[in-house]
């Protein structure tokens, strides 16, 4: 443990600024693991750093989950590592204390640049409450040099290949899930779901156009628009041409017979038609509980949000993210859909991700791709953004 303040921020600062360095802030996965350890670190539970931990607690895989099979701890853990050395190399100058992940070890080293700074104990360049290092800085080049070069030459082969398998496995997995709307001859529907009250009454043809602008009907949240970024990323990057419309102004005759994504849950009635009679669906309660049902196990699972605590008191989110052929609509559906606004974010992004894709048909039975498809999405709430997408349940017909 530090044993002062200054000691703890001054690694808490470090950490900041590498974050929001554009070397990491682009990504969820490698910033959740190099937080997680060096705030294992600063509270001393080095001893809990393994593979089998790291993937539970920060990627959250199963604790039964097979490291050899999925090497996603040792995979991230080794970007890491490259993206400090970029870090250190191309901004840290002005740093007066370096944050590394030693290969072979995911216990974080903290090491001081400036041999002049003089701390509470009265020893220069030294915490003596952390595992920190204090060396001369060519010293400590050659090393983060020399860790560097080891790491690309010993690791390049195998990153290769496994960057390789992921990439073929993420792309068939994608294909597999979005194919019946790729292969639709009509152009994609996305509807979205707007941040209406439930007791406003829609707009009229009376409604002026600056009232109708104002309307709630009109607004279309943050998290919404990440998650259409997301999936008509997809849909541009395989040519497949859509349009967008709010749910509101969706009428039955624009859905039939033609590839639709609803993106939103209990704000876009048409999820929550279409979604009805399936296994996973969307419930409200009077109280302000807002939830998941699992119709094949009612009141079992607690997939739940309270919209009437404090938002910033809401740590956990749930998504549901099916694929299916709806006989109303008579075409495929895609539901992209959370029980608040995080789950919708985090299912927009398993849903555009190869990689997550790829875990997904590894669990699931072959020949999947030909049935209707859904799946339960868990994502821890950091602050007031969504966490990445953890799969806990699914459902085949």
Not at 151 to 160: F, K, P, Q, T
Not at 200 to 224: A, G, L
Not at 280 to 295: K, L, P, S, Y
Request: hydrophobic share 40%; aromatic share 8%; glycine share 6%.
């Amino acid at each position: 443990m530090p044993t002062t303040v200054e000691e703890r921020e001054l690694v808490l600062n470090e950490l900041a600024a590498i974050l929001t360095s554009y070397h990491f802030r682009s990504s969820k996965r490698y910033p959740a693991l190099l937080r997680y350890v060096v705030d294992a670190a600063l509270d001393n539970r080095l001893g809990g750093l393994k593979e089998r931990t790291l993937g539970v607690e920060v990627f959250g895989r199963d604790p039964r989950y097979d490291v050899n099979a999925d090497p996603v701890v040792r995979v991230s853990a080794g970007e890491v590592r490259k993206r400090l050395a970029q870090y250190y190399h191309e901004t840290g100058e002005s740093s007066s204390l370096q944050i590394e992940l030693p290969l072979g070890s995911y216990a974080p080293e903290f090491l001081l640049r400036e041999p002049n700074v003089t701390y509470s104990n009265g020893e220069p360049g030294r915490l003596d409450s952390f595992p920190i290092t204090l060396r001369p800085r060519r010293i400590l080049m050659r090393a983060v040099l020399f860790s560097l070069v080891a790491v690309l030459l010993i690791g390049s082969g195998i990153a290769a290949y496994l960057h390789y398998a992921a990439s073929e496995s993420g792309d068939a997995a994608t294909l597999n899930l979005w194919n019946p709307l790729f292969e639709a001859p009509r152009p994609v529907l996305i509807v979205l779901g707007t941040t209406h009250p439930h007791n406003m009454q829609p707009p009229s043809q009376e409604t002026t156009f600056m009232d109708h602008v104002t309307n709630p009907y009109h607004h279309v949240s943050v998290s919404i628009a990440i998650a259409l970024a997301h999936l008509s990323g997809v849909l541009e990057k395989h040519k497949k041409v859509y349009e967008v419309k709010e749910s509101i102004e969706t009428s039955l005759t624009d859905t039939r017979s033609r590839p639709i994504i609803l993106i939103g849950g209990l704000n876009n009635e048409w999820t929550m038609r279409l979604l009805a009679p399936l296994r996973f669906h969307f419930a409200a309660e009077a109280n302000g509980v807002q939830r998941i049902e699992d119709a094949a196990n009612p009141g079992g699972a607690d997939w739940m949000l309270d919209s009437s605590k404090p938002y910033l008191s809401i740590t956990t989110d749930y998504a549901i993210v099916a694929r299916f052929r709806d006989p109303n609509t008579e075409g495929p559906v895609m539901v992209i859909a959370g029980v608040g606004p995080y789950g919708t974010e985090a299912a927009s992004e398993f849903a555009q991700s190869p990689q997550h894709l790829a875990e997904l048909a590894a669990k699931l039975p072959r020949g999947w791709e030909k049935k209707n498809l859904e799946v339960v999405l868990k994502t821890n709430v950091i602050g007031v953004k969504a966490g990445p997408p953890i799969l806990v349940s699914s459902a085949l017909w």
